[in-house]
């Protein structure tokens, strides 16, 4: 059983994904997503680099330009179609990566999220800070950890903000600031399940990330918690991933986050659970069936 992990380097994921495969007794290898090509069935002095696996494993798909971006996921796609297992599928890859696309999902699926406002003009911005409140949050249509986001509640850091945005082509993704204790959850869901969950408490910031320095706990999540994590997980059509929910007022639960490229550098040694190698066996024994 030859399983391809795609990823963007060598990174710790990766290496345990690595340790993982070789304990199962499976032969992994790794393949960087900006080494991939395809060719007509003719060329046969390019041969795709897939084609010698059994099943492929989406770790993350590194920054690119929008063609390279597109091409790599049409390179998963034409796996898929050819029979080849891939987890993620790359459909919910696309639909994961995408901040607007995600809230539509989950919104459809009757699951309730921070109230958003989505447009590409800095006055259009301003219409909807004031809907909002005057206090949101704004985050990056494509990105994760807690990276590029800025709280902003003040008129003149609003403007700026996105007008700056505006200036460089990005698009102004917009959400209510919810108050909220300091913490939220994670829930990593593999199969249909809920593998293990940790609280994340947020250290000096309103972000409870752990990549901006939030610390975490081990945590059992109510049969409520765990319902809403899975409801969020089916609407994008994730197999494995992260789903952050959020307390907010009134005792209400929002999902703020779904993630198919979910890290667990910080849930392992919280949970004890070994989540590498989860991923590795239902890969084989489950998914690819």
């Not at 206090?135 to 590029?148: I, Q």
């Not at 850091?157 to 200036?167: M, S, Y």
């Not at 959020?246 to 550098?265: D, F, K, Q, S």
Request: aromatic share 8%.
């Amino acid at each position: 059983m030859r399983i391809a992990v795609l990823s963007g380097g060598t990174g710790w994921h990766v290496q345990d994904l690595l340790r993982a495969g070789e304990r199962l007794g499976y032969q992994l290898g790794v393949i960087d997503f900006r080494s991939l090509r395809a060719a007509s069935p003719t060329t046969s002095q390019f041969a795709d680099p897939l084609a010698e696996f059994d099943a492929a494993l989406v770790r993350t798909i590194p920054a690119g330009s929008l063609e390279q971006i597109v091409f790599r996921t049409d390179v998963l796609h034409a796996a898929e179609a050819r029979g080849l297992p891939v987890l993620n599928p790359p459909r919910a890859v696309e639909v994961c990566v995408d901040k607007y696309l995600t809230n539509v999902r989950l919104t459809a699926a009757g699951l309730l999220v921070p109230e958003t406002i989505v447009c590409q003009r800095a006055d259009d911005g301003m219409t909807a800070f004031a809907d909002l409140g005057s206090d949101v949050v704004v985050k990056p249509l494509f990105g994760a950890e807690g990276r590029g986001m800025v709280r902003v509640s003040d008129f003149e850091i609003a403007w700026r903000t996105f007008r700056a945005i505006e200036q460089t082509g990005g698009v102004l993704y917009l959400q209510r600031f919810i108050k909220h204790p300091g913490w939220d959850l994670r829930a990593f869901v593999l199969g249909g399940r809920v593998l293990a969950a940790m609280k994340r408490t947020a250290r000096g910031d309103w972000r409870t990330n752990v990549a901006q320095g939030g610390s975490v706990e081990a945590i059992r999540l109510t049969p409520a918690q765990e319902s809403l994590a899975l409801r969020a997980a089916a609407a994008v059509g994730i197999a494995v991933g992260g789903v952050d929910l959020l307390p907010g007022p009134n005792g209400v639960w929002y999902v703020i986050e779904v993630n198919a490229v979910p890290g667990w550098r910080a849930l392992a040694p919280a949970t004890g659970v070994d989540v590498a190698s989860e991923i590795v066996r239902f890969l084989v024994e489950e998914y690819r069936k």
